[in-house]
Structure formats: structure tokens, C-alpha cells
């Protein structure tokens, strides 16, 4: 009999502690979920403190978040928060903390935009492609425009790197970068110039329209370069239209017509 009384004791006390649990957890889930401890603010700060936010405003992290967090102080998700704050316009990344009592701050590295993709999308400077408002650029903003199959952004924009590396001496900037379906590449400089490479003999298919023994890429590429100022010496301000560097042993140029006047005045 003891031992059933003392064990009956066991069961009514833990009973009661788990009564006790059950009731405690009830009222700290009603109090979380009072109104004041309702989210009240968002801050929003660069990830790089030395840099202000550049393209990202609160109206347009307003927008798109509009209806899509949920919960309070407590009980929002702050990696869902997260992703939500991402899918905003010229957000790379974002990290979300809670400040006491009814804020949430967050950090946001922006999208640096290295160039215009296609028709209606940019290039990062981490060869990512992202979606943002181009009319949010600055008016004296030039960027380069880069066009390629869907999934060979990172090879587009090291080429373009590399033709921009090459053509500085030359004080020429790479207006504009098209890599074809076929793989073949056209450049266009800042001088109006168009550049015909063809396609890399290391890619996977023949360039059919290549011509045997030409040079790699960048070779194709230091050869223009180290005789071009030469060349315009020779042209004696003679514009070019287009480059064909697909020889093996040379490249082709296209003059541009002369202007009317000048064409009167060699008669």
C-alpha cells in the first residue's frame, strides 16, 4: 500500500508540473502575440559602412516585402525575412537582425552593376545577373552592353575583362560584347569600331566560318593591339568600320566610307 501511495503521489505531482508547463507555455505564446510587441520599423544600413546605399531606398524594400512578412517581434522567421529581402530591387544579399522592442535591422549589400545582359537585364561585378529598374541609374552612367546564350555570363563578362585590359593603352573602351549562339565573338570599341574574332579554336565545335591556323583568343587579340597605333599612323585618320582578326597571320580591315565633303575635296 505504500508503495502504490507513494507512486500515485509520483504521477499527481508530475501531472502537475506538466499542467503547470502546459499553462506557462500558453501564456508566454498569448503574450508574444500581443499587439506591442507588434514589428513597428525596418533600418536599413550599407554592408559596406563606408559606402552609402546607392540604389536601394525604403520605398522600394516597402514594395517588395508589402504582405510577405509574417509574425512579430518574436515569432518572425528571420532567414525567410531574409529571402524576402533579397528578391527586392539592387539586393545581392541581405542579413536581418532583431533591435528591441519592434525593430528589424537590415544590412544590405547592394548589386554593383558592371553591364546591361541582353535586352533587359545587368551583370554584377560578380558575374551574376540580376534584374533591377534601369531607369534607377545615373543619367551620366555608361555601361558596356554584354549579349550571350542563357548560362555563359561568367565567360562573356572574363572576356570582356580581358579586352578591356588589353584596349586601355589604346585609350579604346569595350562598347559592346555579342557572343553567338555558334560561339563566335563581335566587339564593338568606343571609336566605332567592330572587331570580327570568330570563334576560340580551344572551344568544343570548328568555327565554320574560321579559317585554318588561327590564333587563340587572347593571342588574336595582343597581335591587334601591339600594331595598331601603327596602323593608324599608316591610315592617317581614315576611320575603320570593322576588324576581321579570324587570320591566322593578320587581320582584314573594312574603311569606313568618307564623308561627302572630304570625297569633294580629293578632286
Known amino acids: 500500500m505504500w508503495n502504490d501511495a507513494r507512486f500515485l503521489n509520483v504521477i499527481a505531482n508530475a501531472l502537475a508540473v506538466l ?11 498569448w503574450l508574444v ?11 536599413l544600413e550599407s554592408a559596406a559602412q563606408e559606402e552609402p546605399l546607392s540604389y536601394v531606398t525604403p520605398e522600394g524594400v516597402r514594395s517588395a516585402i508589402a504582405g510577405r512578412l509574417h509574425g512579430n517581434f518574436f515569432t518572425l522567421d528571420l532567414d525567410e525575412a531574409r529571402q524576402v529581402l533579397e528578391s ?4 545581392r544579399r541581405a542579413s536581418v537582425q532583431r533591435v528591441w522592442p519592434g525593430t528589424i535591422k537590415v544590412s544590405i549589400e547592394e548589386q554593383q552593376p558592371l553591364a546591361f545582359w ?9 558575374g551574376e545577373v540580376f534584374t533591377a529598374n534601369l531607369g534607377e541609374l545615373a543619367d551620366d552612367e555608361e555601361l558596356p552592353r554584354l549579349l550571350g546564350p542563357e548560362g555563359t555570363e561568367s ?22 560584347i555579342e557572343l553567338s549562339p555558334r560561339y563566335a565573338w563581335m566587339v564593338d570599341l568606343s571609336d566605332g569600331m567592330t572587331l570580327n574574332l570568330g570563334r576560340d579554336p580551344g572551344a ?5 566560318h574560321g579559317l585554318p591556323g588561327a590564333l587563340p583568343f587572347a593571342a588574336r587579340i595582343q597581335q591587334f ?11 592617317e585618320g581614315r576611320a575603320v568600320k570593322e576588324a576581321d582578326l579570324r587570320y591566322p597571320n593578320g587581320f582584314a580591315l573594312t ?5 561627302n565633303n572630304s570625297l569633294r575635296k580629293t578632286h
Do not use: C, H, K
Not at 88 to 91: E, L
Not at 165 to 175: E, G, I
Not at 225 to 235: C, F, H, T
Open 19 to 29: 499542467a503547470a508547463a502546459v499553462l506557462l507555455v500558453a501564456g508566454v505564446l
Open 33 to 43: 502575440q500581443r499587439p506591442v510587441f507588434a514589428l513597428t520599423a525596418i533600418e
Open 88 to 91: 527586392a530591387p539592387w539586393v
Open 118 to 126: 541582353n535586352e533587359n537585364q545587368m551583370i554584377n561585378t560578380w
Open 155 to 176: 565567360l562573356v563578362v572574363q572576356r570582356y575583362a580581358e579586352l578591356a585590359r588589353w584596349f586601355a593603352p589604346l585609350s579604346l573602351q569595350v562598347r559592346r
Open 204 to 208: 568544343d565545335a570548328p568555327d565554320p
Open 225 to 235: 593591339v601591339q600594331v595598331w597605333p601603327d596602323v593608324v599612323r599608316r591610315l
Open 255 to 259: 574603311l569606313a566610307e568618307l564623308p
